[in-house]
């Protein structure tokens, strides 16, 4: 792939998900950063908005291994991580053999991540950040790329255990997925309450085209201004205190920066720009930031806050 | 190893805009300098002192609008095309790899595109000349016909003496030291006098002086004739007692003897 069809790659990524997908352009987008970036992404709202098959549609687009992960209070780690089996040979000698679990992929959908136990949530939250899964003795390294986009609903509170705030930093965005609007809506209806057609997504991104175009990504320039506007914006989050209590970590710098530098590449452009930092501000801090009681007070959520901030 | 052909260019368009920021500055500070003299000639002040405020002016000017114009968000905000790519490519020429290089390939076209008319006020420039001249007129016809709206130095000296007793009611130790000084004053400027057989230096300032060059007449020679009275004659006093009345001449005579005889 050359640099000048990277726009193109996109945009056939972009238009192959609208067949699917009605609307949804910024969530769309904010999730090919985040594969861009190689890191993971939660998506979260309310039920029926379309997540998991936003995920579904991206990992038909890619040629890549995909496995899903349908989280329940009653999985174990094993589940997920896989198992020693007892495998009989020929012989009839018995051993021990490791049968890998989904997350030996390269793709992985958790959805409903908090309906997992929190035991749970840690073994794929472990393998998420070292890339790596241990089981017994022994440690498998995950194939590159490694990429999780998890699914989690705001509202249902009965039978959840909410991703701790330490959990959720391993998240480089929460993407949040509203609902649409009226036209589009009647577009969905259109599409999916009248006679099923069968929508045949080609596969736009090899394996190693989404290493080179991720290589890419960390190679965009930034300009130093634009980068200090960055750090201190998230800096910011730890100095107003009077409706934040805990800011964001350095970790969100970081992923500001990443995640502004695969905004450019998507958007077909070789630099940073200080609206993809503004871009990006909102998916990578909203998890990262602790309201303190005056905010709530206020009835302010953290996007409001952070809109706050970007003033 | 060869200069990086962004490194050259980048370095270019640096030495150009601190050439016209240069230029902007000293035609800013000329007007400085002009104003102020303009003022200063009306005021009956030394035309340095303008020279003094347009230095202090020229230099804080110029050392900020270099600061800031060196800075290639100057130069971005001038030409949007290279918005954000030009700071970006500054920042990042050190660095080698496909998009860096693709980057500074699309700065480098774009780049041509600069014209000196992106940083150079044409309109500013015109208007900034008009003032000179204009100025420059008035500076001129101030000084060729003594036109002086007032006179500082006079004017200093007046405020000076609004804070000065005056009355005869002043009896303090200062007012009767006053008296004194002023008593003094009537033999004249003692610095006059202690000038003895020094040379005066004395330079007439043609705009400072009240002299009007264009009405002044060579020295016109005097004939002095002696005026002395032919003949000097000694002649003797009206006496005092003669011009009193007859019927009191014996009573003053007496009043005086008596006074005598007092004494």
Same mark, same amino acid.
């Given at each position: 792939?050359?640099?000048?069809?990277?726009?193109?790659?996109?945009?056939?990524?972009?238009?192959?998900?609208?067949?699917?997908?009605?609307?949804?352009?910024?969530?769309?987008?904010?999730?090919?950063?985040?594969?861009?970036?190689?890191?993971?992404?939660?998506?979260?709202?309310?039920?029926?908005?379309?997540?998991?098959?936003?995920?579904?549609?991206?990992?038909?687009?890619?040629?890549?291994?995909?496995?899903?992960?349908?989280?329940?209070?009653?999985?174990? &780690?094993?589940?997920?991580? %896989? @198992? !020693?089996?007892?495998? =009989?040979?020929?012989?009839?000698?018995?051993? #021990? *053999?490791?049968?890998?679990?989904?997350?030996?992929?390269?793709?992985?959908?958790?959805?409903?991540?908090?309906?997992?136990?929190?035991?749970?949530?840690?073994?794929?939250?472990?393998?998420?950040?070292?890339?790596?899964?241990?089981?017994?003795?022994?440690?498998?390294?995950?194939?590159?790329?490694?990429?999780?986009?998890?699914?989690?609903? &705001?509202?249902?509170?009965? %039978? @959840? !255990?909410?991703?701790? =705030?330490?959990?959720?930093?391993?998240?480089? #965005? *929460?993407?949040?997925?509203?609902?649409?609007?009226?036209?589009?809506?009647?577009?969905?209806?259109?599409?999916?309450?009248?006679?099923?057609?069968?929508?045949?997504?080609?596969?736009?991104?090899?394996?190693?085209?989404?290493?080179?175009?991720?290589?890419?990504?960390?190679?965009?320039?930034?300009?130093?201004?634009?980068?200090?506007?960055?750090?201190?914006?998230?800096?910011? @989050?730890?100095?107003?205190?009077?409706?934040?209590?805990?800011?964001?970590?350095?970790?969100?710098?970081?992923?500001?920066?990443?995640?502004?530098?695969?905004?450019?590449?998507?958007?077909?452009?070789?630099?940073?720009?200080?609206?993809?930092?503004?871009?990006?501000?909102?998916?990578?801090?909203?998890?990262?930031?602790?309201?303190?009681?005056?905010?709530?007070?206020?009835?302010?959520?953290?996007?409001?806050?952070?809109?706050?901030?970007?003033? | 190893?060869?200069?990086?052909?962004?490194?050259?260019?980048?370095?270019?368009?640096?030495?150009?805009?601190?050439?016209?920021?240069?230029?902007?500055?000293?035609?800013?500070?000329?007007?400085?300098?002009?104003?102020?003299?303009?003022?200063?000639?009306?005021?009956?002040?030394?035309?340095?002192?303008?020279?003094?405020?347009?230095?202090?002016?020229?230099?804080?000017?110029?050392?900020?609008?270099?600061?800031?114009?060196?800075?290639?968000?100057?130069?971005?905000?001038?030409?949007?095309?290279?918005?954000?790519?030009?700071?970006?490519?500054?920042?990042?020429?050190?660095?080698?790899?496909?998009?860096?290089?693709?980057?500074?390939?699309?700065?480098?076209?774009?780049?041509?595109?600069?014209?000196?008319?992106?940083?150079?006020?044409?309109?500013?420039?015109?208007?900034?000349?008009?003032?000179?001249?204009?100025?420059?007129?008035?500076?001129?016809?101030?000084?060729?016909?003594?036109?002086?709206?007032?006179?500082?130095?006079?004017?200093?000296?007046?405020?000076?003496?609004?804070?000065?007793?005056?009355?005869?009611?002043?009896?303090?130790?200062?007012?009767?030291?006053?008296?004194?000084?002023?008593?003094?004053?009537?033999?004249?400027?003692?610095?006059?006098?202690?000038?003895?057989?020094?040379?005066?230096?004395?330079?007439?300032?043609?705009?400072?002086?009240?002299?009007?060059?264009?009405?002044?007449?060579?020295?016109?020679?005097?004939?002095?004739?002696?005026?002395?009275?032919?003949?000097?004659?000694?002649?003797?006093?009206?006496?005092?007692?003669?011009?009193?009345?007859?019927?009191?001449?014996?009573?003053?005579?007496?009043?005086?003897?008596?006074?005598?005889?007092?004494?």
């Amino acid at each position: 792939m050359r640099l000048e069809d990277t726009k193109k790659t996109f945009d056939h990524i972009l238009h192959e998900m609208g067949k699917v997908i009605v609307g949804m352009d910024e969530v769309l987008k904010q999730m090919i950063v985040a594969l861009l970036t190689n890191s993971h992404a939660v998506l979260e709202g309310y039920p029926g908005l379309a997540k998991t098959l936003s995920i579904k549609t991206m990992a038909q687009l890619l040629s890549l291994k995909f496995s899903r992960i349908q989280n329940t209070p009653d999985l174990m &780690p094993s589940d997920i991580t %896989g @198992t !020693y089996i007892i495998e =009989e040979t020929t012989g009839g000698k018995r051993t #021990f *053999k490791f049968q890998p679990g989904p997350v030996f992929a390269n793709v992985i959908l958790a959805d409903e991540i908090n309906r997992a136990t929190p035991k749970t949530q840690s073994a794929l939250l472990e393998a998420m950040q070292e890339k790596q899964v241990t089981v017994g003795n022994s440690t498998f390294k995950l194939e590159e790329p490694f990429f999780v986009l998890a699914t989690q609903n &705001p509202i249902e509170q009965e %039978g @959840t !255990y909410p991703l701790p =705030e330490a959990q959720s930093d391993r998240f480089l #965005f *929460k993407i949040r997925t509203e609902y649409p609007k009226f036209d589009e809506e009647v577009e969905i209806v259109n599409r999916y309450a009248e006679e099923e057609k069968r929508v045949v997504l080609k596969p736009a991104l090899s394996k190693d085209e989404l290493i080179y175009l991720q290589n890419l990504t960390r190679q965009v320039p930034i300009a130093a201004d634009i980068k200090k506007y960055a750090v201190s914006l998230v800096t910011s @989050t730890r100095q107003k205190k009077d409706l934040i209590e805990y800011g964001a970590s350095p970790r969100a710098s970081i992923g500001i920066v990443l995640a502004a530098k695969g905004r450019a590449l998507l958007e077909g452009r070789k630099y940073v720009s200080k609206q993809d930092i503004n871009l990006m501000a909102m998916p990578v801090m909203r998890h990262r930031i602790i309201l303190s009681f005056e905010a709530e007070r206020q009835n302010l959520h953290e996007d409001d806050v952070i809109k706050q901030l970007l003033k | 190893m060869p200069t990086k052909p962004i490194i050259a260019a980048l370095r270019e368009v640096r030495n150009a805009i601190t050439q016209i920021t240069l230029f902007t500055s000293l035609m800013d500070t000329l007007i400085v300098f002009l104003l102020c003299t303009l003022v200063l000639i009306l005021v009956s002040l030394p035309w340095w002192y303008g020279a003094i405020v347009a230095v202090l002016y020229g230099a804080l000017h110029t050392i900020r609008s270099v600061k800031r114009n060196r800075n290639l968000a100057y130069v971005e905000e001038k030409v949007p095309e290279l918005q954000e790519q030009l700071t970006t490519v500054a920042d990042n020429v050190d660095k080698e790899n496909a998009i860096v290089e693709s980057l500074q390939q699309d700065v480098l076209k774009g780049m041509r595109a600069i014209r000196t008319s992106y940083f150079l006020s044409f309109g500013r420039l015109t208007r900034e000349l008009i003032t000179l001249a204009i100025v420059s007129i008035l500076i001129i016809t101030a000084a060729a016909h003594h036109i002086q709206f007032l006179d500082f130095n006079d004017l200093l000296r007046d405020l000076g003496k609004l804070g000065e007793p005056t009355g005869p009611y002043e009896l303090s130790g200062e007012g009767l030291e006053f008296i004194e000084n002023i008593s003094e004053d009537i033999y004249g400027n003692k610095s006059i006098a202690d000038l003895g057989n020094d040379e005066i230096q004395l330079q007439l300032t043609p705009m400072l002086s009240d002299i009007d060059i264009g009405t002044t007449r060579p020295p016109e020679s005097r004939e002095f004739t002696s005026s002395l009275p032919e003949e000097i004659k000694a002649t003797t006093d009206v006496s005092f007692q003669e011009s009193i009345p007859k019927g009191y001449q014996r009573i003053v005579k007496s009043y005086f003897r008596e006074i005598a005889k007092t004494s």
